[in-house]
């Protein structure tokens, strides 16, 4: 593994802004690494949400210069048996709660090692069975930015936890199952369909395409190239910035208009 | 220009802080400008409020130092024809999308060069129609916070989308009609009134002032010092810290109470 | 007294992140000290709630490495006689009004001297009556992180605004009337008990130790050592990352299930 860092930390976590807990965890990374800089990626996981903080991991991490730490905090199992984790690809490292949320990195990273933090030398003197984000996760982030190898901090394993995202599913030749993955804060529903899906291999991308997505009791036609392109209240479909399919609405809320959850499923027809 | 950049890159933008927009950014200007060291501004500014966006821009960016970036995103524009732009002044510079949320500018800064941003090598390799702050002005901001030279990004241009803030209206020798360009967390009411508004210029500042604000079905009559000053539910005026006239309740919501909104009309009347 | 900064200044304030404030504050640091590195800690204390940003800060600056300047701006009595502060310890300087919201310090460091800000040129050069976080505490800190000597900022004082936490009530030979001081994002009850107070000195600590909470019509009897211990919808005690105990449900909202309150008191009986 040829990762070697670069100082830089990121934090994802369900901890919101409320409470001293992230400003902790950077009192602790800060304590071992002064030279550290820490990055928030979000606090506004929905509290215990795993397959949401992976969502925002998997669409973040990459975006970081090679050489980054990334601490994700989604840890309703603390204290419990699921084990601390950390995880290095040849670019990134990754710390957090084996409970699923670190496992979309096996499907971007070519090699990834995994080790069980299991070494107290490297945590606080003294772990809480409440907060290991700042009693363990925080001080092995601060050290590995600071270049301690990954080996001493605990055996290395392989059967960790994984998470599946819903694949789009197949219900007739010209007909898919898609399933909303997330709801982004301007009301956009952000699908697991990519144009792949959508596009056969030997047919050209884009506007050619024709579907129809059935959705809250409604048939959406149209693919926009840009969001200003919606007219009214009428909602339509985009290439999301992620290479996902979006449905969403111009300067409002698609969410609130089809009233639409995560984890929802709709059709898509090819026509 | 004498411009100068000191690697600090501020942000403002209405992406909220419960996606993984701002952190991408962050990712973003810090893989080509390791040294960055970016600000938050506001991340809350209202979904495409570009007025919103404008009056946070105008009253902070000035507190930084010489050299600073200020990148600004709401932008509902996003992939439609409307420009990318870059201005910078001596002292600072901006990135934005030309929808006049940097227009604010031009009042407070001598010498303002602006750029249309079009030489696509300093964007990312694959730039998307629905998210130009990764793509295009998170790493310009980083390119600029390096010392590139404006002139690369594109050609000069002049004609850029303005906004004006509404200005009191004279209604009567003694009487004008302000507007309420800001409701701030606390509650306060920021109108668009400064006390030169006020004042005849022959007239000595402050205590002596006597004035009548119609607002709500109520009338303000006082003119206090401190917010403490301010007595039970009783509101008041107060010169705030952006020397603008401010309607506020002691520790309470003037909005709440007045049932008050941004660009809500009020008559004052000097006594 | 052995303060010598680190560059690093953390900021606790009922701000919000709506508004430019923060922002601004940031920029007047940066500004005076170009090599500060600003941390927030919450900047959601409710608005004006000094007690509320005492535990905020005396449960999260000592997480920070020795050098490290505090500043806390929730001041309800902004521009009013109130007393700006500067206060150091051995390891940590504070700056923040003289409302009681710093007097924590005193619980946790040996030594502390406390100076009245009085050096006008230390401040910005027009300080507003409304706004002394941009105006006085940013600058003051900025210049602490410097390595300035904070006799230079104003005469030494000693008999500062202090908050005393509810300690608990003895009601008879096993019962006590605790408090609880704060709930936290999660709806967890972090109250004024330590295990110091359910546990006699000769006592092992832990396990064997049985109790009954009476809080919301509820009989809370069980101690959990984590928080996944806990059983569907049924609240429990936990001694919490702050060694205080709280009372929590897991993967809910023990503030919701008990309609409880900050402040609010409740029995505990010691079986």
Known sequence: LSFAPNSIVTF??????????VGIMKGVVLSLNRAAHVVDISHRIPAHDIVAAMLVLRSSYSYFPA?????????????SRRRPLLMVSDKHAFVGPDNGVLSCVFQKERTVR????????????????TFHGRDIFAPVAAQISCGTSPELFGPEIEDIVRIELPLPRRLGPNKLLGTILRIDKFGNLITNLSLDHLVGPRQSEGSNLRFKVSLGGRNILRLCQSYSE??????FAILGSADLLEISVNQASA???LEAQATQEFEIEVL
Chains 1, 2, 3 share one sequence.
Not at 12 to 21: E, H, I, K, S, V
Not at 67 to 79: K, L, M, Q, R
Not at 230 to 235: A, H, I, K, L, T
């Open 230 to 235: 919606g007219m009214g209240e009428e909602p």
């Open 255 to 257: 969410a609130e208009l």
């Open 67 to 79: 050489g980054t730490v990334h601490v994700v905090v989604v840890d309703p199992g603390v204290g």
């Open 114 to 129: 995994v080790f069980h933090l299991t070494e107290e030398r490297h945590f606080l003197k003294i772990v809480s069975s």
């Open 12 to 21: 994802t976590t369900d901890f919101g802004l409320d409470d001293p807990y």
